[in-house]
């Protein structure tokens, strides 16, 4: 089983950044392709923030370019992504969940699995 663990949300006035933390722990990970951040604020559906992929080219939905920043952690974090969110506007304001991709290596055979975090909450209010 493969357990991700977000840390980071809070409240944030206006205009202020928060940094969101997510790392992918269990025994029997190969590899994680990709690793995202979606976010649902309430009475809507659930939707893509940014999605990282193993090579590094990120791509951002439209609402959030130039404001935010998906990264990997590095090869002694490699299971870890972050979201740097600047400029934090009250329409950011929702919970956000980490995704991975997981390649899992088990006597059986190797599976692919998709796991979400428990959510972190951002409030952006003045």
């Known amino acids: 089983q493969v357990q991700l663990v977000e840390s980071g949300g809070g409240l944030v006035q206006p205009g202020g950044s928060l940094r969101l933390s997510c790392a992918a722990s269990g025994s029997n990970i190969f590899r994680i392709e990709p690793m995202a951040w979606y976010s649902q604020a309430p009475g809507k559906q659930r939707e893509l923030v940014a999605r990282i992929p193993g090579d590094g080219s990120a791509d951002y939905a439209d609402s959030v370019k130039g404001r935010f920043t998906i990264s990997r952690g590095n090869a002694n974090a490699k299971n870890t992504v972050y979201l740097q969110m600047d400029s934090l506007k009250p329409a950011d304001t929702a919970v956000y969940y980490c995704?991975?991709?997981?390649?899992?290596?088990?006597?059986?055979?190797?599976?692919?699995?998709?796991?979400w975090g428990q959510g972190t909450q951002v409030t952006v209010s003045s």
């Open positions: 995704n991975a991709g997981v390649y899992e290596l088990k006597p059986e055979g190797a599976f692919f699995n998709d796991y």
